[in-house]
């Protein structure tokens, strides 16, 4: 994993701040976590997906790491 990677999948996620992506993220174990939300902020690290419970209509925020990206712990999918 080179550094050019890392900046080029970072520039792919500031592109599309504000866009409603899918994720899928590996938790181990079996475990995977499949959710829909909006990039709403990047870091020089990590990059931040807001994401809305319909049920009770309320917003967090989940924070996900470049490196997640590159080892495809977690899968981006715009919608």
């Known amino acids: 994993m080179s550094h050019t990677d890392i900046t080029r999948v970072k520039?792919?996620?500031d592109k599309n701040i504000g866009s409603k992506v899918k994720?899928?993220?590996n938790r181990g174990r079996h475990k995977i976590d499949v959710t829909e939300g909006i990039i709403c902020k990047t870091?020089?690290?990590?990059?931040?997906i807001q994401v809305e419970n319909k049920?009770?209509?309320?917003?967090?925020?989940?924070s996900f790491s470049y490196?997640?990206?590159?080892?495809?712990?977690v899968q981006m999918q715009l919608i």
Do not use: E, G
């Open 43 to 48: 870091y020089p690290s990590i990059f931040l």
């Open 23 to 25: 994720i899928r993220a």
């Open 67 to 73: 490196t997640d990206v590159l080892t495809k712990d």
């Open 11 to 13: 520039s792919s996620v």
């Open 55 to 62: 049920l009770d209509n309320t917003v967090h925020t989940i």
